[in-house]
């Protein structure tokens, strides 16, 4: 037996114990005739004492060739410490130590395994296993278990069946470039990993499962942005005779159990939003309702004077800051340049300062007078201290801009409080969306949603009207999950081919297995699939996944720990039946 209790749960009641532990060496102070070593393991940190005149001289002179990160064993006696450390839980105790064992010398590590490290993104990220030994990596990968657990936990109490579904599947298009495997034993031929396991679990319906999920790794082979990575985990769900509704309810239920077993954190309002209103009133489709700055439309009481930026423009959109009338010409200036970034876009922007005397002070005003500006404050919300940006241009632009720069002040002003907690349901999204670049149709979610069955007639006259029985969970600002209604029958899956530019062929070609399916009998079924590291991130009040991640890939899809991908043997080419060019 290496250890007869851990690292962490040491304390008075153990006193005169005789015990055994095993870890690493966290630090050591070396006073001559007394030598002071924290002893660190997942669980917590116990203070060894090496003392001239109580230890065994051989024990004593080996302690003293202890490094920073060497395993070692050691046994002895728990005894009160005379300067006790009220901040970690062992901090009454300490251990004399009889025997000391070195289980493995260390290298001197290139960072401190401390929760202030010195170490670098880059440089930690390529000694990823001394990394998660620092409590806040440790920490986080424990949140995560913790919180796989409570959706496990949650949804096999409302008998979820877990089933898992191939990672060798066929490559299909749902939206991003798939990663395919070769396959030695059928020449020329390739499996794709999927970017979800969508067409199985709609499988598992006609299957008769009823109620099915799965922890289960996807992978898309996009350009990644700085918090993507193109292996990530979905909580994944499909649920067999179901409305919309009833999806909702369920998985509403989930997130309000999560708050609460996770953070201590009731939740009673889950507001519905629908997708139009959410792009008119914040400029995009995850909105964070923390705080207001709501779009206000300037169009009508800012258009056909005698500024012609706005009259030329499709959009005049505004928002009113709170508090920030006191802004200074500098910081006002600086967040023109923020907007007119390549990454934001904007060509400049407006602004107008509501004075406490009622008044207004703006860029424009020479085109615009105080009852115009009145009419301006009116329309964005804007009160006395409050300062208006407005931006305009084309209208889709125009609301992205908008939504950066709302995003931007609200950080700034401290009002994205990761201790606060704001869900909402986007629901009611376009069906389709217009590609300028292909000229045709594509599926907003992906091509087995089901379409609104009052909208199935402007599939033919105005497909982009058509609405989707799909809907987001939207917490904080961020997409955390979405879902729809499937379609569940051949006749409709074969039209929503058609208006996505599938040819017969094509589509029995990709998706032959499943419509033929559906004419076995296939329930009317629906489902949603959580983000499970952006929902850790959120719940343990973190912008970024990836210390939420054990082995993260960089921004570039790297594995630098590994050093992969990386180039294969001539031999296992030539297997695979592949030339490089």
């Given amino acids: 037996m290496y250890r007869s209790h851990n690292c962490g749960e040491l304390n008075a009641s153990h006193i005169n114990s005789e015990v055994t532990l095993a870890g690493w060496v966290q630090k050591s102070r070396d006073k001559g005739f007394m030598n002071w070593i924290d002893l660190r393991d997942r669980y917590g940190i116990t203070q060894l004492i090496f003392d001239e005149g109580r230890t065994e001289k051989t024990v004593f002179e080996l302690a003293k060739t202890l490094g920073r990160e060497f395993v070692i064993q050691v046994k002895g006696t728990v005894i009160e410490r005379e300067a006790k450390n009220k901040n970690i839980p062992t901090g009454e105790i300490e251990l004399l130590v009889t025997e000391l064992k070195i289980l493995n010398a260390a290298l001197t590590p290139p960072f401190t395994i401390e929760d202030e490290t010195d170490g670098g993104e880059d440089i930690r990220m390529k000694y990823r296993y001394l990394d998660i030994r620092r409590n806040p990596v440790k920490n986080s990968l424990l949140f995560r278990h913790k919180v796989a657990m409570e959706v496990r936990k949650y949804l096999s109490d409302l008998d979820f069946c877990e089933v898992e579904t191939p990672y060798l599947i066929k490559s299909t298009p749902e939206g991003a470039r798939d990663f395919v495997v070769p396959s030695r034993m059928n020449e020329g031929q390739f499996y794709a990993l999927p970017q979800s ?287 729809s209604i499937r379609i569940h029958d051949k006749a409709t899956q074969q039209l929503m081919f058609k208006y996505l530019g599938f040819t017969e062929e094509d589509a029995k070609a990709q998706f032959g297995f499943l419509m033929d399916a559906f004419q076995f009998g296939a329930p009317p079924h629906g489902g949603l699939a959580f983000g499970l590291d952006r929902l850790v991130a959120i719940l343990g009040g973190q912008e970024t996944i990836r210390d939420f991640i054990a082995f993260p890939k960089n921004n570039s899809g790297r594995d630098v720990m590994i050093d992969a991908p990386s180039i294969i043997d001539e031999s296992q080419l030539k297997e695979l039946h592949i030339k490089l060019r």
């Fill in 197 to 483: 396991p969508q067409t199985f679990k709609q499988l598992l319906m006609v299957g008769g499962m009823d109620k099915y999920f799965q922890i289960v790794k996807c992978f898309r082979d996009e350009d990644l942005r700085a918090d993507r990575q193109p292996e990530f985990t979905q909580i994944d769900c499909e649920m067999a005779f179901v409305e919309q509704e009833d999806i909702l309810n369920v998985f509403e239920g989930l997130t309000r159990h999560l708050l609460k077993e996770i953070k201590g954190v009731e939740v009673d309002k889950f507001p519905r939003m629908t997708y139009e209103h959410a792009m008119k009133t914040y400029g995009n489709d995850k909105p964070d309702i923390r705080f207001g700055m709501e779009f206000g439309e300037l169009n009508e009481v800012a258009k056909n004077k005698e500024f012609p930026v706005f009259n030329a423009a499709e959009l005049v959109v505004g928002i009113a800051v709170p508090g920030a009338g006191n802004y200074t010409r500098k910081e006002i200036d600086a967040l023109i340049e923020w907007v007119k970034r390549p990454q934001v876009g904007a060509s400049g922007m407006v602004y107008v300062k509501c004075n406490e005397d009622g008044t207004y002070k703006s860029s424009v005003d020479k085109f615009y007078d105080q009852a115009d500006l009145c009419n301006w404050a009116t329309t964005t919300a804007a009160t006395a201290g409050d300062m208006i940006f407005v931006l305009s241009g084309p209208s889709d632009k125009t609301r992205a801009q908008l939504s950066a720069l709302r995003m931007e002040l609200a950080t700034r002003l401290g009002l994205r409080n990761p201790a606060e907690f704001a869900p909402l349901w986007v629901v009611d999204f376009p069906l389709l969306e217009f590609e300028e670049e292909s000229g045709r149709y594509h599926a907003m979610h992906h091509p087995f949603t089901s379409p609104k069955p009052e909208d199935m007639h402007l599939l033919e006259t105005d497909p982009g009207k058509v609405r989707a029985n799909a809907y987001d969970m939207v917490l904080n600002g961020n997409e955390i999950g979405g879902g």
